[in-house]
């Protein structure tokens, strides 16, 4: 079964706006990473946040954790038209294994 | 320089076919994996490898079948190709199977399958 889905499947928003979006999973997890995947491209890694952490930052990225909730966010500040692209969770359970969400299409219009 | 390369990057062929997509990382990593994405975008691993040696082999029919020659290279064998083998397929390399390392994916290779 899928372990993480995002939330909003869409989003489409303009230049210099805040981006959120979320992912929810359903077992308990060690880590929880996000990927970006620009169309016709191979993903890539953006920010991985442990089972212990709440929040970490990266350059415009800011990822939550809740474990209480099962869910993590991730917000890109000052959006750019180069951040359109899908938006994948992706959870650790054991192991090498990475379960991956569904994604989110962030769409920046200029 | 490429870290996760892949060939083809494209490769449509007809049902019942076999063929093989070949995955080279220069990364010096222990690990790699192939995954598949459909046309919804999911992805979903289908083997990993590490250091040579298979260590997950999701339900995938034994249609496929991985080939590590060396921890540099994980190639994937496709026999008997159907129409539902139509998808991208990524492979990604990471420094260690552990957990909490970040996995690099090659550019795709788009099969289809007619």
């Known amino acids: 079964s899928q372990q993480g889905e995002e939330d909003p499947q869409a989003l489409s928003i303009q230049e210099g706006e805040n981006a959120t979006m979320n992912c929810s999973y359903k077992?308990?997890?060690?880590?929880l990473q996000w990927y970006r995947q620009n169309s016709g491209r191979g993903l890539v890694h953006l920010i991985l946040i442990r089972s212990n952490e709440r929040e970490k930052h990266s350059g415009r990225l800011r990822v939550t954790l809740d474990t209480s909730k099962k869910s993590s966010s991730l917000l890109i500040t000052a959006s750019r038209a180069a951040d359109t692209a899908s938006y994948f969770c992706a959870t650790t359970t054991s192991g090498s294994r990475l379960t991956f969400g569904e994604g989110t299409q962030l769409t920046v219009n200029p | 320089d490429t870290a996760v390369s892949q060939t083809p990057k494209y490769l449509v062929t007809q049902m019942g076919n076999d063929k093989s997509i070949k995955c080279e990382q220069n990364?010096?990593?222990?690990?790699m994996y192939w995954y598949k994405q459909d046309s919804k975008k999911f992805l979903k691993i289908m083997f990993s490898y590490n250091n040579k040696e298979l260590i997950i082999n999701e339900t995938v029919p034994n249609r496929f079948s991985p080939k590590s020659p060396d921890k540099a290279h994980l190639n994937l064998h496709i026999n008997s190709l159907e129409l539902g083998d139509s998808a991208v397929y990524f492979c990604?390399?990471?420094?260690?199977?552990?957990?909490?390392?970040?996995?690099?994916f090659g550019p795709g290779t788009r099969l289809t399958v007619t």
């Open positions: 990364l010096g990593h222990d690990t």
């Open positions: 990604a390399s990471s420094q260690a199977p552990g957990q909490g390392y970040e996995q690099y």
């Open positions: 077992t308990s997890i060690n880590n």
